[in-house]
């Protein structure tokens, strides 16, 4: 299994080991290397699995003269060197479609609600400290909401972080527990968030308000569609993994409204 706590996007994990294949299938056919800046990458936008889609083929087949069906089969054959990490196939007539595996979103979630994450620390963005305007209220309540309820989980003697033992994201089958609709959306609309942080340099406030905003609202389907307190004692692991996503909401909703929209996050309104 792929080590996730070197990346903090998935993105940055999929296109990672892209180039890595790329830059074989490049070795073997005796052409230059592919650039990074060469890959096209693009999140599909369904919320049943997190997938990604690459149009590197028919790019390098105008270049090569090569059939970009050849290319996109071959480079597909080399991920099977990564095991179980990922499911990939071409779909015609060159698109390359890599699936990431459950585990690997188990592993990318518990890193991303770590207490050592690096990436999510204290803001270095200075605050405007400007009363929050009416546009930015769905996102402070929802943050305000994540903070409301992890502490009613720790009142509940709910603990999040073990040393024995990570957050129980997967069921018996090893595939992710929280696998409704509501759930999936939110955890689909995390990915997407994180690969824009880390990936994308956008400084425009309006693109980071209308991320918050789509996450809240993620959010807000999320807790209204899935009961906590009622299965603590019935599905305890079902429960602490849902707090485990609340968690890992209000730590991207946090960042994004104090770094990227300089206001501070409220704890309670």
């Not at 996730?4 to 990672?16: E, F, M, P």
């Not at 999510?120 to 996102?139: G, H, K, R």
Request: charged share 20%; glycine share 2%; net charge positive.
């Amino acid at each position: 299994m792929l080590l996730v706590s070197k990346y903090t996007a998935i993105r940055q994990l999929v296109s990672s080991h892209l180039l890595r294949v790329l830059s074989i299938y490049a070795s073997e056919k005796k052409i230059s290397k592919v650039p990074e800046s060469g890959i096209a990458l693009y999140k599909s936008r369904e919320i049943c699995k997190v997938l990604y889609i690459s149009g590197v083929a028919p790019s390098l087949a105008k270049v090569y003269q090569i059939s970009a069906s050849a290319i996109a089969n071959q480079v597909v054959s080399h991920f099977c060197d990564f095991g179980e990490s990922f499911r990939v196939k071409v779909v015609p007539p060159a698109w390359i479609h890599i699936e990431v595996v459950d585990c690997v979103i188990a592993d990318w979630l518990e890193s991303l609600v770590s207490e050592t994450n690096p990436f999510f620390q204290a803001s270095t963005n200075p605050y405007s400290f400007t009363p929050a305007l009416s546009y930015l209220f769905p996102i402070q309540y929802a943050y305000a909401r994540c903070c409301s309820l992890l502490r009613l989980a720790k009142h509940e003697g709910i603990t999040l972080f073990d040393e024995v033992r990570q957050i129980p994201w997967l069921d018996s089958q090893a595939k992710l527990c929280l696998n409704d609709a509501a759930s999936q959306s939110l955890i689909a609309k995390l990915i997407a968030v994180v690969d824009d942080l880390v990936c994308v340099n956008i400084a425009s406030a309006s693109h980071w308000h209308s991320k918050a905003r789509s996450l809240s609202q993620a959010f807000e389907r999320f807790w209204s569609h899935n009961c906590i307190w009622g299965e603590v004692k019935v599905f305890p692991e079902l429960a602490h993994a849902r707090f485990g996503l609340i968690l890992a909401t209000q730590k991207i909703l946090r960042f994004l409204l104090e770094d990227k929209l300089g206001i501070i996050a409220l704890s309670e309104l």
